[in-house]
């Protein structure tokens, strides 16, 4: 029996205006149980059935998750935490695996928003806002498994551990995880004090090793920091992931990040005026990153500038009679590991930013995008360092809706990408249904990702196709005994070659919820 401890029941997606973006904003609310506690899964499933995003997960549950949007890169993706930026400053990229045991609301924000997010905000942007309960206490229990949560409305812990099968097609050994977190939220004089610590522990399986031979005790552990202080007008924060990797019980790399953040703005009329001050460093290396920006917005307009790194960026959208449009460039700075290399890879302080420009309009649940980038940053493994490697397009069409009905609730994704990045799926689909009555629920939902391409290194990268179930029963509405099933077809597909995603996986489990 594998051990996934998955409860997905019901999703909330709705459009609206941004009032800072004048694009479309999905407000995605993580899936909840009856008693209105999250499942610590269901916020990166709410963000993947809203936003059908790329996922790299060499660790199975609990380890790395990488998100993207639109057909782009997994660095072309903003993320910021309670008002601060968290993209890694050594790699470029946020681990949503990390937040698997902690409730968090997240807003998803399409198209290039840089004007006020600065870098990497090229395709999208994802705003992650931790959540409190008063006086929680929540537990749930499965084979090889456990999750516990408690705290109120200044405080929450949170501890995961468990087992979730291999994650390689020629491995059966059982992949583990560890989880523990620490959050604690303060407010005094409209002041908001918001910290939260991570411990982290995961082993996945057929990493390679310093002598590049294959071994099978592949571990990485870490810890990451997010501190913020804001207020309407002034944001503080500080965050820092201290990481490390083993393979074979040798240390293969660590790597210590930084980041001090400055943000201050203020709105006269319709204008917001703002400037910035970020500090990162990575191991030795540090950099500076002064910017500027002002944004102006009435009712159906909007217009922004921005003005970093010698780096001029524009954006204008509007949203009338139900159609919104915007249209803007937008920067990637090359993080400080693609400039400077390790041991690994060879130093690059020449690489210049990504620089993009793009268009989405959308109508009702409609939605149509074009991207356009240069110099984009690639691995060479020729040169075996980064490069700015020329130009690429991403094309895009989707249609998303949650219906919500007498009889339960749907929700429906189709989208079409053409796109220059790797391991994008052309095709993609998910429909998903939730119905409950009495002391039962029920879910049962189909995904589909097809015509994916080649790897790099030539090799097809199977089509998913899959349907999943999810089963539960109340008892005093403290108690659920849950059943799932995944991958009811037993397809075994792989989402990237030699990771397996697939088989079919028997779960039962029992929340206690006090």
Same mark, same amino acid.
């Given at each position: 029996m594998k051990n996934l401890v998955v409860l997905v029941v019901a999703f909330l997606a709705t459009s609206v205006y941004a009032q800072q973006s004048d694009i479309e904003e999905i407000v995605i609310v993580g899936s909840t149980i009856k008693n209105g506690f999250s499942d610590p899964e269901t916020d990166n499933l709410a963000i993947e059935a809203i936003e059908p995003i790329k996922i790299y997960a060499p660790g199975g549950r609990g380890g790395f998750i990488g998100a993207t949007l639109n057909g782009t890169d997994v660095k072309n993706t903003a993320v910021f935490r309670n008002g601060i930026p968290v993209n890694d400053p050594g790699s470029g990229w946020y681990d949503f695996g990390?937040?698997?045991? =902690?409730?968090?609301?997240?807003?998803?924000?399409?198209?290039?928003? =840089?004007?006020?997010?600065?870098?990497? %905000?090229?395709?999208?942007?994802?705003?992650?806002?931790?959540?409190?309960?008063?006086?929680?206490?929540?537990?749930?229990?499965?084979?090889?498994? %456990?999750?516990?949560?408690?705290?109120?409305?200044?405080?929450?812990?949170?501890?995961?551990?468990?087992?979730?099968?291999?994650?390689?097609?020629?491995?059966?050994?059982?992949?583990?995880?560890?989880?523990?977190?620490?959050?604690?939220?303060?407010?005094?004089?409209?002041?908001?004090?918001? %910290?939260?610590?991570? $411990?982290?522990?995961?082993?996945?399986?057929?990493?390679?090793?310093?002598?590049?031979?294959?071994?099978?005790?592949?571990?990485?552990?870490?810890?990451?920091?997010?501190?913020?202080?804001?207020?309407?007008?002034?944001?503080?924060?500080?965050?820092?992931?201290?990481?490390?990797?083993?393979?074979?019980?040798?240390?293969?790399?660590?790597?210590?990040?930084?980041?001090?953040?400055?943000?201050?703005?203020? =709105?006269?009329?319709?204008?917001?005026?703002?400037?910035?001050?970020?500090?990162?460093?990575?191991? $030795?290396?540090?950099?500076?990153?002064?910017?500027? +920006?002002?944004?102006?917005?009435?009712?159906h307009f909007g217009v922004g500038y921005r003005r970093e790194e010698s780096t001029n960026i524009f954006r204008f959208g509007l949203d009338l009679k139900g159609i919104k449009f915007s249209l803007g460039n937008s920067f990637r700075s090359p993080n400080l590991y693609e400039r400077f290399g390790d041991d690994w890879v060879g130093a690059n302080p020449s690489l210049k930013p990504e620089e993009g420009k793009g268009a989405e309009i959308s109508y009702r649940k409609f939605t149509a995008w074009r991207y356009e980038f240069d110099e984009g940053i690639d691995f060479?493994?020729?040169? +075996?360092?980064?490069?700015?490697?020329?130009?690429?397009? =991403?094309?895009?069409?989707?249609?998303?809706?949650?219906?919500?009905?007498?009889?339960?609730?749907?929700?429906?994704?189709?989208?079409?990408?053409?796109?220059?990045?790797?391991?994008?799926?052309?095709?993609?689909?998910?429909?998903?249904?939730?119905?409950?009555?009495?002391?039962? $629920?029920?879910?049962?939902?189909?995904?589909?990702?097809?015509?994916?391409?080649?790897?790099?290194?030539?090799?097809?990268? $199977?089509?998913?196709?899959?349907?999943?179930?999810?089963?539960? +029963?109340y008892f005093d509405r403290k108690y659920r005994l849950g059943l799932q099933i995944k991958d009811i077809m037993n397809r075994h597909f792989e989402i990237l070659p030699g990771y397996s995603a697939g088989g079919r996986e028997l779960t039962l489990s029992l929340d206690v919820s006090i």
């Open positions: 990390v937040d698997i045991p =902690s409730y968090q609301s997240y807003k998803v924000i399409s198209g290039p928003n =840089s004007v006020l997010f600065g870098s990497s %905000s090229m395709a999208g942007t994802v705003l992650i806002e931790d959540e409190y309960w008063q006086d929680v206490l929540y537990s749930k229990g499965g084979e090889d498994q %456990s999750y516990v949560m408690f705290g109120n409305k200044h405080l929450l812990v949170s501890r995961y551990h468990g087992t979730s099968g291999s994650v390689m097609t020629d491995n059966s050994e059982d992949d583990w995880f560890k989880n523990t977190t620490l959050r604690s939220k303060m407010e005094w004089q409209g002041f908001q004090f918001l %910290s939260t610590v991570t $411990d982290y522990e995961y082993e996945y399986d057929n990493c390679y090793a310093v002598d590049w031979s294959n071994t099978d005790e592949c571990k990485q552990n870490g810890t990451k920091l997010t501190s913020s202080i804001r207020n309407d007008w002034l944001t503080l924060g500080y965050s820092r992931n201290d990481t490390e990797h083993l393979s074979a019980g040798d240390k293969t790399w660590q790597a210590d990040n930084d980041r001090y953040y400055i943000d201050a703005k203020e =709105s006269i009329g319709d204008f917001l005026l703002g400037a910035t001050y970020q500090k990162e460093k990575y191991n $030795d290396l540090e950099d500076e990153r002064p910017a500027v +920006y002002v944004n102006w917005q009435n009712t060479d493994f020729m040169q +075996y360092q980064y490069i700015n490697s020329g130009e690429y397009t =991403s094309t895009g069409i989707k249609y998303a809706n949650h219906i919500i009905t007498e009889n339960g609730s749907w929700y429906v994704l189709a989208q079409y990408t053409d796109t220059d990045k790797l391991r994008v799926p052309k095709y993609q689909t998910k429909i998903s249904y939730y119905n409950g009555w009495g002391d039962f $629920d029920y879910m049962i939902e189909y995904v589909g990702a097809y015509d994916k391409g080649l790897e790099f290194d030539g090799r097809p990268i $199977d089509d998913m196709s899959t349907f999943n179930f999810n089963l539960g +029963y």
